[in-house]
């Protein structure tokens, strides 16, 4: 990557992608490149040419006439930037549990926001797990851009909500289900499948992060901007309900019970 395109950096790149892509489909139409290309120039206050083909070349050989945000960012970012903007696309969570495992682990003082620390932290992990390597100025800034990016308060931390969108975090798993409007046959299927979801470690009960996991998502289809401190509040109010025996698990039985179900021996 040419260093004339430096004063572009990944939160401005991503500022300009969000004015032609406001779907978050993950491409633009080719027919928007000129224009996409005059709002990079204006912000990185220079034109670069040799950029500027190669991206006029990538629209020429597009075979459906669009143009991904993977190769749009490979050629205006540097490299670290670049994979700053791209692995939560490459990589996206699936599931919530291993969300709240990640969450645990980095909200390490539990206050329920990460802060600039913790999210450092978090990234230096990512780089190591990918084989990358970077100098402590070169994370300072990537800490910096992080949270400009996705900190929608602007108050030097995130909370749940912010982290969610840094990991591409899949829609939630229980949005399949109406349990409401279900028999009582095809509640049990589903309660089947919900439990399987949640029991990521197969011991047949939920605990820690799976427990996290399913009231996040729970608590998500009444209270969409669901914050650390709820999060907490709302797992103490389950476990006092749920957890008949008092291991700080949620047995099996013990959730179908506090569903209304009853599970057959």
Request: a neutral charge.
């Given at each position: ?65 669009k143009l991904h945000i993977q190769e ?32 645990r682990r980095y909200d390490a003082d ?41 900190g929608k308060s602007q108050d030097g ?109």
């Amino acid at each position: 990557m040419d260093s004339s395109c430096g004063h572009l950096d990944a939160a401005s790149f991503l500022h300009i992608w969000r004015q032609f892509d406001a779907h978050d489909r993950g491409y633009i139409e080719g027919k928007h490149l000129d224009a996409f290309l005059g709002h990079v120039a204006k912000k990185s206050g220079k034109t670069d040419k040799q950029m500027e083909e190669k991206l006029r070349r990538l629209r020429g050989t597009s075979s459906d006439g669009k143009l991904h945000i993977q190769e749009l960012a490979t050629v205006v970012l540097p490299e670290e930037e670049n994979f700053l903007l791209l692995f939560r696309r490459e990589a996206p969570l699936d599931n919530s549990v291993e969300f709240m495992r990640i969450w645990r682990r980095y909200d390490a003082d539990s206050s329920g926001f990460i802060s600039a620390v913790e999210l450092k932290s978090f990234l230096q992990d990512l780089f190591q797990q990918h084989n990358k390597r970077i100098t402590p100025d070169r994370l300072e800034q990537y800490t910096h851009t992080m949270m400009k990016m996705f900190g929608k308060s602007q108050d030097g931390r995130l909370d749940l909500n912010d982290l969610a969108r840094i990991l591409s975090l899949k829609e939630n798993f229980l949005l399949k289900f109406e349990m409401d409007a279900c028999s009582k046959k095809d509640r049990m299927r589903d309660f089947e499948k919900i439990f399987a979801h949640y029991d990521v470690s197969k011991t047949g009960a939920l605990e820690g992060p799976e427990v996290d996991g399913f009231v996040k998502d729970m608590m998500e289809l009444v209270k969409p901007n669901l914050s650390g401190a709820d999060l907490d509040r709302f797992k103490r109010a389950l476990l006092s309900h749920c957890d008949v025996n008092g291991d700080g698990k949620i047995q099996k039985n013990e959730l179908a019970l506090c569903l209304g179900l009853k599970l057959t021996p």
